[in-house]
């Protein structure tokens, strides 16, 4: 029998060996054959636009959790900007919410009302809080979108922290709004993923290879390449229709920048359109802090981000509502209490 020491080296060898699986060192020629790809696929944009931008992000966080159910925090953010200076700031009210496993949730129902003036269509029946809470919040982000798609002027852009395709059925018909109402009114959309799970040729990574390949070919930054359009090349997996909202793209927005990153863009756009989406996002992507990544979004997710000091005021205001209540620190330990919290002592 191995010792431990052997075991847990044999486990990092065997991951170490599953990366280099992923990650070839001929990727790139992989990419590129498989895809069709060659320098002229990639696009290239000028870092120009005389529009606003206007980002919009939500956070949530587990406050409490009894097990049974749990208590959550969520709110979203959106920052405009123009010619390079911030036009509008708006946060919603941080909404305190509970979340169970199991059927239903009547907090998610009365937010839902509450933003949509109407019932959501699926309840929200995940077993996991985490995902719940996550449902709640990109009701909040879809709602500010929303708002924000009513008052912005023809040939702004919405950016959406995330994907194009919806968490929950019950926001099938919401982002399908959202949509409309953009079309409607000239206002551009697209959804910025900082991290995707989209790979191609039975599971490689698609940012990478594509990053690889603008490399090997010299192609200057800011460029954006449309990986939708080769036939069969996305690895696609079994999911629901109304998931499917747009093209998936790869950008790489400024020289300086760290890596590329996918971006999703409703599938009707226009070349001339999806062209301004990407000029859009280059203009502001110039910010030292995160060079290459929309500044606009960054802005929107330092101002929502629920952080451990809200989460702890949180937290103490709860337990004084149970003291009003007449409970004490046995009947909150008895609901809330982890021994993970006391293994953590020693």
Not at 66 to 90: D, E, I, L, Q
Not at 143 to 152: D, G, N, Q
Not at 240 to 266: C, D, M, N, S
Request: hydrophobic content about 40%; proline content about 4%.
């Amino acid at each position: 029998m191995m010792d431990q020491k052997t075991l847990y080296q044999d486990a990092i060898q065997r991951i170490a060996g599953k990366i280099r699986e992923s990650v070839p060192e001929d990727l790139a020629g992989r990419f590129s054959i498989a895809g069709g790809f060659d320098a002229a696929s990639y696009r290239h944009c000028r870092a120009e636009f005389d529009g606003a931008v206007c980002a919009v992000d939500g956070s949530n966080s587990i406050i409490l959790d009894a097990g049974s159910f749990a208590v959550a925090a969520v709110r979203a953010s959106v920052s405009t900007y123009a010619r390079g200076t911030r036009t509008c700031h708006r946060t919603t009210p941080l909404h305190i919410v509970t979340v169970n496993p199991g059927a239903g949730n009547e907090d998610f129902d009365t937010l839902f009302y509450d933003c949509f003036h109407c019932s959501p269509k699926v309840h929200l029946d995940h077993d996991d809080p985490v995902r719940n809470t996550a449902v709640m919040r990109d009701t909040l982000e879809y709602w500010a979108a929303m708002e924000m798609a009513a008052e912005l002027e023809a040939g702004d852009l919405i950016i959406l922290d995330g994907a194009l395709q919806v968490r929950h059925a019950s926001h099938d018909e919401v982002i399908e709004n959202l949509l409309n109402l953009c079309n409607l009114r000239g206002v551009l959309i697209a959804a910025v993923t900082k991290r995707t799970s989209l790979t191609w040729g039975k599971g490689y990574p698609i940012v990478p290879a594509a990053e690889r390949l603008a490399c090997d070919l010299a192609v200057p930054e800011p460029w954006y390449l449309c990986v939708s359009d080769a036939e069969g090349l996305i690895d696609r997996r079994s999911t629901y229709p109304w998931k499917q909202r747009g093209e998936q793209y790869v950008t790489r927005l400024h020289p300086r920048a760290e890596r590329a990153f996918k971006v999703e863009i409703p599938r009707y756009y226009s070349p001339e359109k999806v062209d301004r989406v990407f000029s859009a996002l280059a203009s502001f992507a110039d910010d030292g802090r995160v060079t290459g990544y929309p500044y606009p979004l960054l802005d929107a997710h330092q101002t929502t981000k629920i952080g451990k000091d809200a989460v702890e005021q949180v937290r103490q205001d709860i337990i004084r509502g149970m003291d009003l209540l007449g409970m004490n620190l046995a009947d909150y330990t008895g609901i809330f209490g982890d021994y993970h919290d006391e293994f953590d002592r020693y």
